[in-house]
């Protein structure tokens, strides 16, 4: 894939995990889990929502290298997000599955 | 016999004559009026993109500020802070590059009234200077615009090719003149316009979607599944949630607006304007004030 096309890919995924995150579906079944579960969840929407506005601003030119180099966790990472939010009551795979991606999105661009 | 025939063919010719003229002139101001027409559709197209821009700008805060709020009690205070400042500087840019927007089509709409004047009237000096400041203003402005990102990607990846322009039917030379050197540019620009525009409804789609989410969990959903006895307001506002997620459709119709724009400038160079005029670039400039409207609507229920 070609650095705009694998940065394109980044940012819509964060933009769905966003998005997913703050259904309705998600968060009644979120509910049903213990506290820190839900804590969880709400600092990994933090995260999800700071790493999608930096994606959107970021240079192609700036983090070009790290996005072809990162090219195979990315799309891997995509897929599974992809797969996982097709059901929003699994929230603890959900939960596990956007760690993953944002971890390799986090040696992309610099998270709090 | 001969006189009569004769006389008869000069008044024949003397029809023709006024027949020509008049079609000539007809042809004239028809192309003026397309001009006019043009300049029209640039101005609203500019009215309606400051006002979207602007929605577009506050949707994105209102999405973020959401957010924040909906995380403040799961952060510590150290958190809190840093989240703050690298979210704000975050839409700070964005603001910027909304602002640059806005800017690029205030410049396309002062260069369509100016074309306009010169289809209409002879040309001035004043005129020719005002045409020039303005290509050269958005000479200036096209590189970092192109570059900006929005939505999940960069304006330029939407940029399609340049297609040639060919011209049709500018009797007038200093309207000639001036096609010839800058339609091909300003063709460029529309082309960057309707990129920024389908990279800012792509943002809008997603931000809109999320604040219709939040406000769904919070006055619907939950209390509806959670709370002992549901206020008067309960109905209304799941309502209002409902055919809110409507002008989530209405972002994708405005998008065009800037492509039907760009299609209009081709057809008016070009003279391939048909029997309904710019009536489609219109209608789509409609909606993208129509949108506009929707979301400034104030909301009735708290």
């Given at each position: 894939m070609a650095p705009f096309e694998l940065k394109d890919l980044t940012a819509r995924q964060l933009g769905k995990i966003r998005n997913a995150m703050g259904k309705p579906a998600y968060l009644l079944a979120l509910d049903l889990l213990p506290a820190d579960k839900r804590k969880e969840s709400a600092l990994l929407q933090q995260q999800v929502q700071l790493a999608l506005l930096k994606m959107r601003n970021a240079e192609l030119a700036e983090i070009r290298d790290q996005l072809t180099a990162l090219e195979l966790e990315l799309t891997a990472g995509a897929t599974q997000v992809e797969g996982v939010l097709?059901?929003?009551?699994k929230t603890e795979e959900i939960l596990r599955v956007v760690n993953g991606f944002l971890g390799v999105v986090g040696r992309i661009i610099t998270l709090v | 016999m001969m006189t009569e025939y004769i006389k008869h063919n000069k008044q024949m010719r003397r029809y023709l004559i006024l027949l020509l003229l008049f079609s000539v002139t007809s042809c004239v101001s028809t192309r003026v009026n397309q001009f006019a027409g043009f300049a029209e559709a640039g101005r609203q197209y500019t009215r309606a993109m400051e006002s979207l821009t602007t929605e577009a700008g506050g949707l994105a805060i209102d999405a973020d500020s959401e957010l924040l709020l909906k995380g403040r009690d799961q952060l510590s205070q150290e958190e809190r802070g840093k989240m703050y400042i690298e979210r704000s500087d975050a839409l700070r840019e964005l603001l910027v590059t909304l602002q640059g927007i806005r800017k690029h089509s205030r410049l396309l709409e002062r260069y369509f009234t100016a074309l306009g004047a010169l289809a209409g009237s002879d040309p001035t000096a004043a005129l020719s200077s005002e045409l020039n400041s303005v290509v050269n203003s958005l000479a200036a402005l096209h590189p970092a615009l192109e570059k900006a990102s929005m939505?999940?990607?960069?304006?330029?990846?939407y940029m399609g090719a340049a297609v040639p322009l060919v011209l049709s039917g500018i009797k007038q030379q200093a309207l000639e003149q001036e096609l010839r050197r800058n339609a091909p540019v300003i063709e460029r620009e529309l082309e960057l316009q309707t990129a920024l525009l389908k990279a800012l409804s792509q943002q809008m789609t997603e931000d809109l979607e999320l604040l219709l989410d939040i406000k769904d969990y919070s006055g619907v959903t939950r209390p509806f599944v959670e709370a002992p006895s549901l206020g008067d307001t309960w109905k209304a506002k799941r309502k209002e949630v409902l055919t809110g997620y409507l002008s989530v459709d209405a972002v994708e119709k405005a998008a065009s607006a800037a492509e039907s724009l760009q299609r209009g400038f081709r057809d008016l160079v070009e003279r391939?304007?048909?029997?309904?005029?710019?009536a489609p670039v219109f209608s789509d400039i409609h909606a993208m004030l129509d949108l506009v409207e929707m979301l400034r609507t104030p909301k009735t229920t708290p």
């Open positions: 097709a059901d929003l009551q | 939505g999940n990607a960069r304006v330029s990846d391939r304007i048909g029997i309904g005029g710019f």
